[in-house]
């Protein structure tokens, strides 16, 4: 029996939480809790999150889904009540320990929120604002440049090259989240957390950024909370089911919508419950 | 299935509030119509004033000036009255005398206004110089209320008919009021202005501003975004809002006991007026700027956070600028409450008998409305419209203020 194996055994958690040793682990988290003052919202999970592959979280309202992504990059930091015990480890590295730069961290683990929030600037500030205050580029002419890859990577160039310094909030919803996910790719992260991006959103606008998950999966981790089963099936490697703050299936994306080994799973992806 | 009668008691009731809505905003528009239109009748003449055309020779001798260049000390002890009265004898055919009889139908000020001209350019000695001299208080009403013989048992006949034969001559003239604007308080109607007291309210305004504004928008950042939340903050929250609720005088109490006594500023001045009001103006723009920020969608703070900017930045780059034009709001309300406010600055001795000008923070000066509340109280008649006059101007400079105000709101909220 591996390290691994037993690992797996160890947690309540069924299918394949942990990932051996033949794949790259970007995110593993070992024994996460969250407590919102006496509420706990996430209890004991278990998880790695492979490099380089689309992570789906999928699970019905308030199962702790997008608490446990919000730890991924500390945003839940920001919430006085919120206690968050056990590990969360990036590359090795416990992003939690003391000595962490929750600055730097964000730049690396970006993230795409439910609503689309661009800045009330112009889009081209919108796509600046990230690189100028990482200090990324040096010249005006590498900003321009960095704000044209942004929006080519995000699909949405051709659409806006000519309104660059029009406001962000003139364009319609699912441009708006595609400026977003443009303007957290501007800064390289290697990770980019998406709590439910495609909520707000008509099924044409969700195509275009399923599309897009699907080419930017070569070159980042993404983390995606959603929904819609459809979804996860649509864009995802790995499924990961939370229900009532427990993390309890993981599984690849296919096996978990094919055959699912919790009674639970299968009964939220049936549409029994949810 | 919903009954026709009830239906039609319901829209009558929403009928009868619109009415009562609608009557309430026409009383209250009403209010102020006549409270605008009463100033106005009263104040309007404040900004005109009747004056006399009148050619004046300064000879040496009437003066009692046969030295050929006098020193300005000589000046001061002509006999400008005698030169007044003789010149009006020359104007006014057919009568005996100096014609000192006549400087009643001119104001008290009108001789001295011949001593500055010509202590102003002293070569004007024995040439004959054009002037236009303003009219006794009696004359310009009398002049005002045309056919009002109201007057008549007061002056004397003979006064009266040289009145009417002088403007029948077209020598009386009707002119703008520039001594209004252009010089301090005095005893006299005709030569008091507002000159000091709006420079001192502007002074005073912009200590007030400069001091409360960074303050307290440094404080709601302060409470909206880094206090913790415990018994201590709440405490210093209910009594900012308390501060609020606070009547004006006791802050010019404590600045007088604070500011004064305390620290040895003198009193009077605009620097010391500026700290009690930017005291009584602090808990108003706390309390709008805490509102202002509160409005700030928490999406765009999670936006900025998620893309690694700190705490601080958040602030700057975004918090404080899309809440600057609540902020701003909030200032202009405060601002207009200290620039109409008289009670604190009579404790810190506001209330002095201000002539010149101030020329800095540190000079005495009087304010608006404490000037009109001077005014309000002197017993002479002229002071009844130069009260209106000056309520006048400061409701200008308010409104000046308040579009000043939409204005940069709207620059700031143009970048949205």
Redesign the interface.
């Known amino acids: 029996m591996t390290t691994v194996e037993r690992d797996n055994e160890l947690s309540s958690t069924v299918g394949k939480p942990l990932l051996d040793g033949a794949d790259d682990v970007k995110f593993s988290v070992r024994k996460l809790a969250v407590h919102y003052a006496e509420l706990q919202a996430v209890h004991d999970v278990n998880l790695d999150i492979g490099q380089r592959q689309v992570t789906a979280l999928i699970g019905p309202s308030g199962c702790g889904k997008s608490t446990f992504l919000r730890c991924l990059n500390r945003m839940n930091d920001i919430i006085a009540s919120c206690v968050v015990q056990g590990e969360v480890h990036l590359d090795q590295k416990d992003i939690y320990a003391p000595q962490v730069d929750v600055v730097a961290l964000r730049a690396r683990v970006g993230m795409v929120f439910q609503k689309p929030n661009p800045f009330p600037k112009s889009i081209y500030d919108n796509i600046a604002y990230g690189p100028r205050l990482h200090g990324q580029a040096d010249s005006p002419s590498a900003l321009d440049e960095l704000v044209e890859t942004s929006l080519r990577r995000a699909g949405l160039w051709a659409e806006v090259k000519d309104l660059l310094h029009r406001p962000a909030t003139s364009l319609s919803g699912g441009q708006q989240q595609r400026l977003c996910i443009a303007r957290t790719i501007a800064i390289q992260p290697e990770v980019i957390l998406m709590d439910e991006p495609c909520s707000a959103l008509d099924p044409i606008a969700t195509a275009r950024i399923e599309a897009l998950i699907g080419e930017l999966k070569c070159d980042y981790t993404i983390v995606i909370v959603t929904h819609s089963m459809q979804q996860a099936s649509r864009v995802s490697d790995r499924t990961a089911y939370f229900h009532l703050g427990r993390l309890l299936e993981v599984n690849a994306t296919d096996k978990i919508f094919m055959a699912p080994e919790h009674p639970g799973t299968e009964d939220y992806i049936t549409g029994r419950i949810g | 299935m919903t009954d026709p009668r009830h239906l039609a008691r319901r829209y009558r009731r929403a009928r009868l509030l619109r009415w009562c809505c609608l009557a309430a905003v026409v009383f209250a528009l009403s209010c102020v119509m006549l409270l605008l239109f009463d100033i106005t009748r009263k104040g309007i003449g404040g900004f005109s004033v009747q004056r006399l055309s009148l050619s004046v020779r300064f000879d040496p001798e009437l003066l009692g000036l046969e030295g050929l260049e006098p020193r300005p000390e000589d000046l001061q002890f002509a006999d400008f009255p005698a030169l007044l009265s003789a010149s009006l004898a020359a104007l006014i055919p057919g009568a005996g005398g100096d014609g000192s009889q006549w400087t009643a139908l001119l104001d008290d000020n009108a001789d001295f206004l011949l001593y500055e001209r010509l202590l102003a350019d002293p070569r004007l000695l024995g040439t004959e110089v054009g002037f236009e001299l303003p009219l006794s208080g009696w004359a310009e009403r009398y002049l005002d209320e045309a056919g009002s013989k109201q007057y008549a048992t007061l002056v004397e006949a003979e006064l009266l008919s040289t009145l009417d034969w002088l403007v029948e001559q077209g020598l009386v003239h009707l002119r703008f009021n520039d001594t209004f604007f252009s010089a301090g308080d005095s005893r006299s109607p005709s030569s008091a202005g507002i000159h000091s007291a709006l420079l001192g309210s502007l002074y005073t305004l912009l200590v007030c501003f400069l001091l409360s504004f960074p303050v307290g928008v440094a404080t709601a950042i302060y409470f909206e975004e880094f206090a913790p ?1 415990n018994r201590w903050i709440t405490l210093l929250e209910i009594n900012i809002n308390n501060l609020a609720a606070v009547p004006s005088i006791i802050f010019g109490l404590l600045g007088l006991a604070v500011v004064i006594n305390f620290f040895g500023l003198p009193r009077s001045v605009p620097l010391v007026g500026g700290i009690v009001l930017a005291l009584m103006t602090l808990p108003t723009i706390i309390i709008a700027s805490r509102s202002a920020i509160r409005a700030v ?1 928490p ?12 705490r601080m ?1 958040v602030i700057g ?2 918090v404080v600028p ?1 809440a600057l034009p609540g902020m701003l709001t909030g200032a202009i309300i405060g601002m207009a409450q200290a620039l109409g406010e008289t009670a604190p600055l009579l404790l810190i001795g506001m209330v002095a008998f201000v002539v010149s000008p101030p020329t800095g923070l540190m000079d005495p000066a009087a304010v608006l409305p404490v000037q009109i509340f001077l005014w309000a109280d002197s017993p002479e008649r002229g002071f009844i419209e130069l009260t209106s006059a000056a309520i006048m101007v400061l409701l200008a400079f308010l409104g000046v203020m308040n579009i000043g105000a939409v204005l940069l709101r709207r620059r700031f909220e143009r ?2």
Not at chain 2, 299 to 310: F, I, K, P, T
């Open positions: 939340s969608p999406s765009v703070r999670e936006a900025a956070l998620a893309l690694g900017a700190s930045e780059h975004h899309l970048r949205w």
